[in-house]
């Protein structure tokens, strides 16, 4: 996993599988960042916070897609 942002538009694409996995990648990436960082050996600050960024933005269409899907239920129910 590189320093980059992931834009919304290509975490929608994604399965819900590929989400999970990419999400629980990140968190096991921030982990490792956050120990460095601890450690004082972490090399580049700004990639722990666009790491934490990441995660929000999936954590956010995931929540999105689950409400989405809860509110078209009520309305065929």
């Known amino acids: ?19 999970e996995r990419l999400l629980r990648e990140l968190k096991m990436k921030l982990a490792v960042l956050r120990y460095k960082a601890a450690a004082g050996t972490l090399e580049n600050p700004g990639e722990l916070r666009e790491t934490r960024r990441n995660i929000a933005r999936i954590l956010t269409i995931i929540n999105e897609e689950r409400r989405k899907a809860e509110k078209e239920g009520k309305r065929k129910g």
């Open 1 to 19: 996993m590189g320093k980059f942002k992931i834009k919304p538009d290509e975490i929608r694409r994604m399965s819900p599988e590929e989400r």
